[in-house]
């Protein structure tokens, strides 16, 4: 029986209801298991599939046997491999640890003493739809809740005007909603999806106003709509699925308020703004910013539509890609700190796989200096919150292909994050269908090592 159900047996009749829709309407204040480290989560996710031999982990031995073959057995890749392909951007060491950072993130590499870089990252299956859902959901298969929706299931928000997970992208990547869905989790934790292609709040946010009604007339209809909900539900008692969909329907009447003021990025100065750059990634870091400045759990912004990293033909690409982001990353951080926000968020940056150190030879490419998938080993970043700075973790083989030090499933990194957050993996449950499910399935260990 649940704590619900206990109240309502033990208090019959409407005032059973009055408490039960008093403990439903506001779901969204729930305490942790333990002390947090981190209050909120910015998840900075560059579809597509980031090149972790490009990036940030450099292999002098991929750029000495530049044109070989891989040593040892052929290795079945999605598509046909050749030869061992160096990268064509320098490296060198950054900040006082001395990280080593490719070129093309040159502003990201001044603050690499924030981050944590997590070189030994490996998933399961080398297609983009499973491996988005895996990182996104902790399972390959839609049907899952996703990550942002278990954080805010077990967190809530502390801004009741606002939603608790929102998500941000110009367009839709792979997959499309199903990786911000809350599935069986109640509807109320699904993310909020922005499309910030645009700048301006009242594009942005359609039908964020209600021009037909006055602020006055919208309260009394939903009174009036609270009195017939509350004499249903005097008759059939509680039912989850109408108390989300509620509740829904209040937040989104409690936005006109806030949301307009909070997405008006305008409101920033425009030396802030010009930081950050006016492009979709530029303007969705920034109201990332703004969003867990006035208590929003989390916020997922990914780069674009479809899955713009994905350099099969050319990984020149990625560098044109990294300028657009280096500088809005650098300016979160920088203002994430100056606003006293940086130690309770936790910043994540990844992909949902990495790319082959062999080129791509497929026979279908035009320019023919491209990387496939890869699966068995990539890279992701964590600053913020509870994680310690300056550091990289795990390790590739010689080439940046498989994890071979200390593997970090997504499994993991999920496990990870709840745990910063101040929730016990294992025992974020939700009952449905009979058992008991959680985000990381049946696996999942904290890391410990990159814990500050």
Not at 242 to 264: C, G, H, K, N, W
Not at 349 to 367: A, C, D, H, V
Request: hydrophobic share 35%; with cysteine.
């Amino acid at each position: 029986m649940t704590r619900r159900d206990a109240l309502k047996v033990m208090g019959a009749g409407f005032g059973s209801v009055g408490l039960a829709r008093t403990l439903a309407a506001n779901p969204m204040t729930q305490a942790p298991h333990f002390a947090p480290r981190a209050k909120n989560v910015i998840f900075l996710f560059l579809n597509g599939g980031l090149s972790q031999v490009d990036t940030f982990d450099p292999k002098p031995e991929l750029q000495k046997r530049d044109g070989e073959p891989m040593p040892g057995p052929k290795i079945k890749t999605d598509r046909a491999a050749g030869s061992l392909m160096k990268s064509p951007f320098a490296f060198r060491k950054r900040g006082q640890s001395g990280i080593e950072v490719a070129e093309i993130f040159d502003k990201l590499g001044d603050a690499i003493d924030d981050f944590c870089v997590i070189r030994s990252c490996y998933s399961d299956n080398g297609n983009h739809g499973p491996s988005l859902m895996l990182m996104n959901c902790g399972h390959q298969l839609p049907g899952r809740p996703s990550l942002g929706s278990w954080v805010t299931y077990g967190l809530g928000t502390e801004n009741q005007n606002l939603p608790g997970f929102v998500v941000l992208c110009p367009g839709y990547p792979v997959m499309g909603p199903v990786l911000w869905s809350s599935a069986f989790l109640p509807n109320s934790y699904q993310g909020a999806y922005i499309p910030n292609g645009e700048s301006d709040p009242e594009k942005l946010l359609q039908n964020i106003r209600n021009h037909a009604m006055t602020a006055d007339q919208q309260q009394r209809q939903l009174e009036l709509l609270d009195k017939l909900d509350s004499h249903y539900l005097d008759r059939l008692g509680y039912q989850p699925q109408l108390e989300a969909s509620i509740q829904s329907m209040e937040v989104a009447y409690r936005m006109q308020t806030e949301a307009p003021e909070v997405f008006d990025i305008a409101k920033e100065s425009a030396a802030t703004r010009e930081r950050y750059g006016d492009t979709d990634f530029g303007r969705g870091c920034l109201m990332s910013l703004r969003l867990v400045e006035h208590g929003v759990r989390m916020v997922q912004v990914y780069y674009g539509n479809f899955q713009p990293w994905d350099s099969h033909d050319d990984i020149l690409v990625h560098g044109k890609l990294a300028r657009q982001v280096d500088g809005p990353i650098a300016a979160l951080v920088a203002d994430l700190k100056e606003r006293g926000l940086f130690d309770e968020t936790l910043l994540v940056i990844g992909s949902e796989f990495g790319r082959t150190p062999m080129i791509q030879n497929s026979g279908l490419e035009k320019i023919g200096k491209g990387r496939d998938h890869n699966v068995p080993g990539y890279t992701t970043l964590m600053a913020g919150g509870g994680i310690k700075g300056g550091i990289t973790y795990g390790a590739t083989d010689d080439f940046g292909f498989k994890a071979v030090e200390n593997p970090v499933h997504p499994h993991d990194m999920h496990a990870t994050m709840l745990h910063l957050l101040g929730l016990d993996h294992t025992k974020l449950t939700y009952r449905y269908s009979g058992r008991d499910f959680r985000l990381t399935d049946v696996a999942g260990n904290v890391i410990h090592d990159i814990l500050a």
